[in-house]
């Protein structure tokens, strides 16, 4: 039988230590964008590792010529211009700003002329096009241009990049380099989206898969939109086991415990005020420790939750105005004195991930009464929601209250539910 190790693939080779590694000579016409001769790729201890890394290693390595080769047409098309028609010409070429009608375009067109022949016919077709080759979009520079975008408000930014970060090294650990950086976004399949999927579960809960997943779907939506491309988001509408509500994910917390609490909380002020505005709201821990000054209306009794300086909201129905209990207003009250309409109402959590904070030490306070790992302090937003409920709330009225999407197109108009009405039914909440 022959040894399969005397037969090596093309681009493989055995090093003295008895590893294997892809050897692949640069093409002559790429060196001036890869300042090298040779690229290698380490393809592993074993002949047989090695066999089994090859293709994906192969493919990653003509993906990065063709990539090159773009780019050194570009490059070379540039240079040529810049030579032969001047810094004005080039500029404009490299901008890609050149109008059809302008007269300048015959200097392009009589430049290509001069070209072919002499020069790659890629080359003489942007010089006589006045246009570079388009980068291809990838999953990378979706991730990128979502970023860009979202970050137009500095508020969160930090965290976000962290997130797509995270998303993009995941991509590649799942799909490979290759189909991450270089491959073109039309070439995306569902399969790949439901490649990365099965390797998020392996290693996180469902829910928290949807969270991630729901990331690069919007990335994508934006992306197609802004770029007016014709193809569907193969991340849309992927089926993830598991996921999803579930009446045992976290309790309501009952009166019994919420009246056991109040006493561990009364000795600090803010501790309070918080634990009482968001038993008596419903509303997230980041939407109260968010809230500026402006944003407390004791003439009115309620809160405005919107956006501000502080913090996004995390859906368009979020933005709304909640009725204020009588002991939430006084203590909403005493958190405002001395402060300006813009200060943070809670100034010492008016920072990045300040909600993380706030979360801790409020759930280190519950956890002297409470051991139920099911209740949390998100637990009062359910308590909220039971409440109404068997209160006999009307359905579209405790979303109201909430800020609970509808999912109905009708819900986008006018300015939502009167005040008088929602207080009405969360004083049968209060009063019980």
Known sequence: MDDPISKLPKYVFRRVNGSYRYKRNVPKALREVIPKATVYRQLGDSYDEAIRRLPVVHAEVEALFDQERSTSNSVRAKSIVRERLGEWHAEVFAEGVVDPEWDVTDDFRELAMELEGSTPPEVVRQVGSARLSPEPMTLHKVLSDYYAYKCDDSVGDKALKTRIERIRKDLVIALGKNRVEWTPLADITRADANTFRDYLLNRMAPNSVVRTVGVIKAAMNHVIIENDLEQRNVFQGIKIKG????????????????????????????????????????????????????DLDLATGCLHIRHNSLRRLKTKSSDRNIPLSPRATECLRQQQVGLSDTNPLFPQYARPRGSDAASAMLMK??????????????????????????????????????????????????????????LEHLEKVWGE
């Not at 609490?261 to 005020?273: S, V």
């Not at 409440?387 to 359905?395: I, S």
Request: one cysteine or more.
């Open 243 to 294: 996921a999803g509500a579930s009446k045992d994910d976290r309790l309501p917390m009952t009166d019994d415990q919420l009246e056991m609490l109040l006493p561990e909380y009364q000795a600090n002020p803010t501790a309070y005020a918080l634990l009482v505005t968001l038993a008596d709201t419903g509303a997230r821990l980041a939407e109260i420790v968010g809230l500026e000054v402006q």
């Open 365 to 422: 306070r519950l956890r002297t009464q409470i051991t139920d790992k099911k209740v949390t302090i998100h637990s009062l937003r359910h308590r909220m929601k039971d409440k109404l409920r068997n209160t006999g709330c009307p359905e579209a009225i405790s979303l109201a209250i909430l800020g609970h999407s509808t999912n109905t197109v009708a819900a986008n108009y006018g300015s939502g539910y009167a005040l008088e009405v929602m």
